[in-house]
């Protein structure tokens, strides 16, 4: 069951055992473990099926803004309705403990598939990338922002009985502590940085077109196998995301057309504006290119066979926590905006619900202008926070100071201080300068 979590933490993971039980689910195997989070294959005692139960570390469950931003953007996501968007069957706290239910889908995720096969054929490769874009625009038409589209989270479900079915999850997946932009209340970046668009790592306001980026990421890599941007260092990996061209898909797979050069070129434009005006448009244009015939959903996609979502609130600790359900409305054509004012990122694997209520539903947060996707221009790298620039720089220039300690120690010693301690202080920096600008929001 999807989401790339990172390597299996020895405390979070240990701390729950096969056969022990959780609100109701009793836990089968471990299948995935992170610094957030672990999940496991669970069995609903209520209804006897299996589900993907994912447990957040003890440290957010004691944070009471991270709590109750859990239990009300775990409604945001059950509330869109797209066959493609993994069901959420139940959400809340036990004991102490925060868990997410979900679907549990044994097929895997794309990312294993590709490492296991290597690229896929056009057709296998825009299967899969409309699904997807369909669960975005379904996502993007009802409020909210996935932010971390990636190949890790596109799962397969296969079974005998029907065509292969995929879909999208872990909205909203909070990990790497990259900077202060896009971070939850814990302080945890929203997002990969293999994946991740411009203006997201700015910290900047995004909308649907920053998960068309990640989109446009994730079929260059179906198609060839890589990602567009690879680079040793995350400093140079951000910086080719903000300032290099993507490289040609062609170059890789020379036995595909170049047309399809173009739709990549788009979907990986730097400014937001200079992409496609939804994901749907992307996978089209893309399908198109590649000499395919357009995207119809499967009318047997599978339906959500599951009650309507629950949340369950903690009655006190040690006593069976008392459940709230609430039925998944589906998404509206123009869906009306999903989540509190002054929210700006979301927990760990829930989709962020934007800002504002009155907010444009491709918009996480409103601009100066209010448009359907919002008119903000994407700042030159002249008009960058300092910040930003000692980020960027700091790592390179530590790198050049390694470089130079045979030839001149002394310097190398004195500028390789000094780049140690700008990291930090740039940090901090950007730190106070998010936390000023939330409490002049509100």
């Not at 668009?197 to 446009?216: F, K, N, S, T």
């Not at 006190?316 to 009306?336: I, L």
């Not at 220039?397 to 390789?416: D, E, K, M, N, W």
């Amino acid at each position: 069951m999807g989401g790339e979590l990172m390597e299996d933490s020895d405390g979070l993971g240990a701390a729950f055992a096969a056969d022990s039980r959780v609100s109701g689910y009793r836990l089968e195997d471990q299948i995935a473990a992170g610094g957030m989070a672990v999940v496991f294959r669970a069995r609903d005692e209520r209804l006897g099926r299996l589900v993907a139960l994912k447990i957040m570390a003890p440290a957010l469950a004691a944070d009471e803004v991270f709590r109750q931003r859990f239990i009300r953007e775990s409604r945001a996501a059950a509330s869109v309705d797209d066959p493609h968007i993994i069901p959420v069957f139940e959400a809340g706290e036990a004991n102490g403990v925060l868990f997410l239910a979900m679907r549990y889908v044994p097929g895997g995720d794309v990312r294993t598939l590709v490492r296991r096969e290597g690229p896929m054929s056009a057709a296998r490769a825009c299967a899969i990338i409309s699904a997807v874009a369909s669960a975005l625009d379904a996502a993007h038409a009802a409020g909210l922002i996935h932010r971390d589209v990636k190949t890790a989270n596109m799962l397969v479900d296969v079974r005998p009985d029907r065509p292969d079915h995929v879909y999208l999850s872990d909205f909203g997946l909070s990990k790497g502590e990259l900077s202060s932009s896009g971070l939850t209340g814990t302080g945890q970046f929203l997002g990969t940085v293999d994946y991740c668009a411009p203006e997201q790592i700015e910290g900047r306001a995004v909308d649907g077109r920053a998960d068309q980026y990640a989109l446009a990421c994730s079929a260059f890599e179906l198609l060839t196998g890589a990602l567009p941007f690879v680079r040793d260092q995350a400093t140079a990996m951000i910086w080719a995301h903000m300032s290099q061209p993507p490289p040609l898909l062609t170059a890789r797979r020379p036995d595909l057309p170049t047309a399809a050069d173009q739709v990549l070129a788009r979907g990986l434009a730097k400014a937001p504006t200079d992409r496609y005006p939804s994901c749907g448009e992307f996978a089209g244009a893309l399908r198109q290119a590649l000499g395919l015939t357009p995207y119809h959903p499967s009318p047997g996609a599978p339906v959500t066979d599951h009650r309507p979502t629950e949340v369950a609130r903690p009655a006190g600790r040690g006593s069976t926590p008392e459940r709230t359900s609430f039925t998944a409305p589906a998404a509206e054509a123009q869906g009306p905006t999903i989540g509190a004012p002054g929210t700006h990122a979301g927990p760990a694997n829930i989709a962020s619900a934007p800002a504002a209520d009155s907010g444009p539903p491709h918009s996480e947060k409103a601009t100066d202008t209010g448009t359907a996707h919002g008119s903000r221009q994407r700042k030159r790298p002249w008009k960058w926070h300092w910040t930003t620039w000692v980020l960027i720089l700091a790592p390179l220039v530590f790198i050049t100071a390694v470089s130079i300690q045979y030839a001149a120690p002394g310097l190398s010693a004195v500028v390789g201080l000094l780049s140690l301690v700008a990291i930090p202080a740039a940090l901090i920096a950007k730190v106070v300068r998010r936390l000023r600008r939330r409490s002049q929001a509100r």
